[in-house]
């Protein structure tokens, strides 16, 4: 029986240089991707500081809240707890009538939180993947308003809410600002990148309106974005000060307008502020301890899928 050598393929094109080169590049960034990388011990330094520069001032109010007027104003201060923290933030929630004010923030946050994210997120969409005349002219005019300084529409702002019979009350603080520029900008700004064309056109192909598509593709695809402008319009409306403090009053006012009361009188108690600023921001921690590691999830898929 003889031995018959196998038949060789001389038809395969030889690899040149360049693919040789693109394909060991390619295995090199597989095996770094799959490597993890560890901080060395100034990386850990620099994120403790930064981690008690951060917690520091809560720490600060917490100290503060805890103690008298007159330690308080002690020099050198107190830099650690003290016992009457409880009294203080009983005292606080009844002279600021904290519990009808937190109702009113949670209210006025939520709706403006969640109507800038909806319609932020619907109009980011329209200037980032649709095409219509005069995109870029009104693009232009919306960043434009992020250059007045809102304070010159308080007055025109405040006759208008009164003219509707809305003064003193939450309408009047949650429709002016039903939708932010800044929120608008940075969805398209998100959509641009993590929207492909090519997904809008199959949906496009397969016949879906731009509501559809925007309910169906972009929603999903902007999640993680809608979570950090969620969680920033949140923070930004429960601490606003300067427009429920003109259009309401203290028998329906808002968190940082019921603090007000604390430092009415000729000698102000600070321990008793930082009681009533500790109060008003005990919601906010509560809201990221609880939907925290949510956002950060959302954010680190996206940017994966991007």
Partial sequence: MTTESLPVRTDAPARTP??????????LLGQRAGRQHHAGPLSYILLAVMALLSIFPLYWTMVAASTDNTRVSQTPPPFLPGPNLFSNL?????EAAMGKAMINSLIVAGVIALSTVFFATLAGFAFAKLRFKGRNILLMLVIGTMMVPPQLGVVPLFMMMSELGWSQELPAVIFPTLVS????????????EALPDELVEAARVDGAHSLRIFWSIVLPVARPAMAVLFMITFVHAWNDFFWPFVVLDMTNPTVPVALTQLSAGYIRDQSLIMAGALLGTLPLLAMFIVFGRQIVSGIMAGAVKG
Avoid: C, S
């Fill in 90 to 94: 009983a005292r606080a929630w009844d």
């Fill in 181 to 192: 520029a800044v929120g608008v900008f940075f969805m398209r700004q998100y959509l641009l």
């Fill in 18 to 27: 360049a693919e040789k080169t693109a394909r060991g590049g390619r295995r």
